[in-house]
């Protein structure tokens, strides 16, 4: 009887032990897998992605504008963290004109190359591009596109534009050389006449007019500047159905070498919004500038911007909306980091 005991003993320790060495193994399964899982979590990398138009038919104008039915291709590229397979999903959104959000007009699946028609009408197209890898990782990136109606783009229209180059020799004056060949003509006839009103500007205050040269018959013309600063150059150009157009532009000259000065114009094209608003920061000074940093505001706050681009080129385009009064913000930085700002208002109808 004690030995039938002793061996029910035996067996209820064996029992013991197997249990005891299985949760040894459960937990040590654990740990290697909560280890293996950190390791890999810190091993993930987050998404790349980028989406951009990379052609278009008929091509976009000189404006950045795309006309209505416009076919363009979309280059849309994932990288999926630890270089795993990605999906991509497309969505083109339209906000049309005096419509404040914007509103899905398309959905594509995949990555690569895909075409998009911009058969929805006028307005600012939003293209944003989802990644999902296979680490269930999500990026995002969009691009935007202005269409405005075909009629837009049958018109020659009036524009005035041109170049103010300061000489590079220093005698009793600063030689400005004016040049408003690149100006076009209009519906109504070649342009006849060209006026130039040169201004200073002095401690921000409204710039003092000094000179005005015209009307001339030539494009082309030059003006001496005696002193130091910063001046405003106005063209006015008249065609032969009396039509007129104006722009200015600002320029620097200084005999102590040049300074980091942000400076710009602004052109706004004929037509209602919603319209690519033209910028050009070549009046901005200081051969080392590294990029250009442009925002707009609405008018009533300068807090958070309705759009932000940089770039490395002096020309932009600002994409505006709706109607109404504005505020567009350069900030200059050079290669030193050093930076510079200039705001100015304009109003879009």
Request: glycine share 4%; hydrophobic share 40%; with cysteine.
């Amino acid at each position: 009887m004690v030995n039938f005991f002793a061996k029910i003993k035996v067996v209820f320790l064996l029992i013991a032990i197997f249990i005891l060495y299985s949760c040894n193994l459960a937990n040590s399964a654990d740990i290697s897998t909560s280890n293996n899982s950190s390791n890999n979590s810190s091993d993930n990398k987050n998404n790349s992605v980028s989406i951009s138009i990379v052609a278009s038919l008929p091509a976009v104008n000189f404006s950045g504008y795309y006309q209505e039915r416009s076919i363009v291709t979309i280059n849309a590229s994932a990288i999926g963290s630890l270089n795993s397979t990605t999906s991509c999903l497309i969505t083109v959104s339209q906000k049309a004109n005096s419509v404040l959000t914007y509103i899905d007009v398309d959905v594509i699946n995949g990555c690569g190359e895909k075409t998009i028609a911009f058969v929805n009408g006028a307005g600012i197209y939003k293209i944003k591009l989802i990644a999902t890898d296979a680490n269930s990782k999500t990026a995002e990136a969009q691009t935007f596109a202005i269409v405005v109606p075909e009629t837009i783009n049958a018109a020659p229209i009036l524009a005035a534009n041109f170049s103010a180059t300061p000489s590079a020799s220093v005698g009793s004056g600063f030689d400005i050389a004016l040049d408003a060949t690149t100006s076009t003509k209009g519906e109504t006839g070649d342009i006849a006449t060209y006026t130039w009103e040169i201004r200073k500007k002095e401690n921000d205050a409204q710039p003092a007019l000094i000179s005005t040269i015209g009307p001339l018959n030539s494009p082309i013309t030059n003006t001496v500047v005696a002193s130091d600063g910063i001046y405003v150059v106005k063209l006015t150009i008249v065609d032969n159905g009396s039509k007129t157009a104006s722009t200015s532009k600002t320029f620097t000259v200084s005999t102590a070498g040049p300074t980091l000065i942000a400076d710009f114009s602004i052109t706004i094209p004929a037509g209602v919004a919603p319209l690519n608003i033209q910028v050009d920061a070549n009046s901005s000074t200081v051969a080392s500038i590294d990029h250009y940093a442009w925002d707009l505001y609405n008018s009533e706050s300068i807090t958070s911007s309705i759009y932000h681009v940089e770039t490395e080129s002096k020309l932009a385009n600002i994409p505006v909306v709706i109607a109404g009064i504005y505020l567009i913000r350069l900030r200059v930085i050079d290669a030193l980091g050093n930076e510079h700002e200039v705001t100015r208002s304009l109003q879009v109808s």
